[in-house]
């Protein structure tokens, strides 16, 4: 047998239900040989049992059971067991599709990038849109003045963009996002991974670059996560709450400015995002069909902003942001 060259990890990223499925998909996408490493980060005991059977023959497989904990921590304490050239973080509400892992790894072989992108698309869920849309093909940071200061923005191009309107060509970009991703796994083993659970793939992706890696995106190689279109059972609600905890979102922005010296102009905003999800979840929760926890969002949404407005005071902050000089950005370890 060839002997593997990736190590597919995958973690919960809003919801235990899921597992089963991405990890049969997996087997079934990828011919090419891999280790598997399936993050048990509080499953209950029904979909341990369904772990077990499913990988009880699977001789490259293994699950690593750490309790309760946010995915960035996780992946902190199993990386430097990974023996791989490449790793894989997947969610495992992502799916990757046919042919997915050969793409990735020529693109790292023939550049040396630390980070491979594959293009993430997302299927209807949160927000109205098509039912299969652009969620990352390359993104990048760009710095926004307010009153004399300075913000940061997260740019992702052709975002919602229809799949055939993306570009197929590989082409650089600044970070990524963990629904899947492709790491040099010494280049992983070589950085801090921030304890966060809103900006780390940001503040990984300074970091790396900072290192003077590449990060690259390659759209031939695809991959489609569940934008909480899917329903979800009761007991995800544990993690689902857990992972997106106020005071979580809210020590991550302060984690990420005491180590960059840096807060993002959409700080706020991402707050509310949180919250519009949690508000959308319940209602599919309810069986409410997606168009429908849609309208409710909205209303919802928009009486929570007439009592705590989010903070936006530019008109459109996008048009006048500027690229991110990373020389600039001085890094003070976590901890």
């Given at each position: ?88 973080l997947l969610d495992n509400d992502s799916n990757v599709t046919p042919g997915w892992l050969p793409p990735l790894l020529e693109t790292a072989l023939s550049s040396g ?223």
């Amino acid at each position: 047998m060839t002997q593997a060259s990736v190590t597919v990890v995958i973690s919960p990223r809003d919801r235990y239900s899921g597992i089963i499925a991405c990890i049969e998909n997996l087997y079934r996408c990828t011919p090419e040989p891999f280790l598997l490493k399936v993050l048990d980060l509080g499953y209950p005991a029904h979909i341990k049992r369904q772990l077990n059977v499913l990988l009880q023959h699977k001789a490259n497989a293994e699950i690593v059971e750490l309790g309760l904990m946010i995915p960035m921590d996780a992946v902190s304490k199993i990386r430097d067991s990974i023996t791989t050239p490449y790793t894989m973080l997947l969610d495992n509400d992502s799916n990757v599709t046919p042919g997915w892992l050969p793409p990735l790894l020529e693109t790292a072989l023939s550049s040396g990038a630390a980070v491979v992108n594959p293009l993430t698309l997302e299927k209807e869920g949160v927000d109205e849109g098509a039912t299969l849309r652009n969620h990352l093909y390359t993104n990048a940071i760009q710095v926004v003045d307010v009153e004399g200061k300075e913000y940061l923005i997260e740019h992702k191009s052709y975002r919602r963009a229809l799949p055939q309107d993306i570009p197929q060509q590989v082409a650089d970009s600044e970070m990524f996002e963990l629904h899947g991703v492709l790491f040099l796994t010494k280049a992983l083993q070589q950085i801090e991974l921030p304890s966060m659970v809103i900006r780390e793939h940001i503040d990984i992706g300074i970091q790396l670059r900072k290192l003077g890696y590449k990060l690259l995106s390659q759209p031939e190689s695809v991959i489609i996560f569940d934008n909480l279109g899917t329903r979800m059972s009761w007991f995800d609600m544990r993690f689902f709450f857990y992972r997106w905890d106020p005071k979580l979102t809210y020590t991550s922005s302060r984690l990420f400015e005491q180590r960059w010296h840096y807060n993002f102009y959409a700080e706020h905003a991402m707050y509310h995002w949180v919250f519009r999800r949690k508000v959308f979840l319940v209602c599919r929760w309810l069986h409410l069909p997606i168009s429908v926890s849609n309208k409710v969002v909205r209303v919802v949404a928009k009486l929570k902003t007439l009592i705590k407005p989010v903070w936006n005071p530019l008109s459109d902050p996008a048009a006048i942001a500027r690229p991110a000089e990373l020389d600039r950005f001085t890094h003070q370890p976590q901890g």
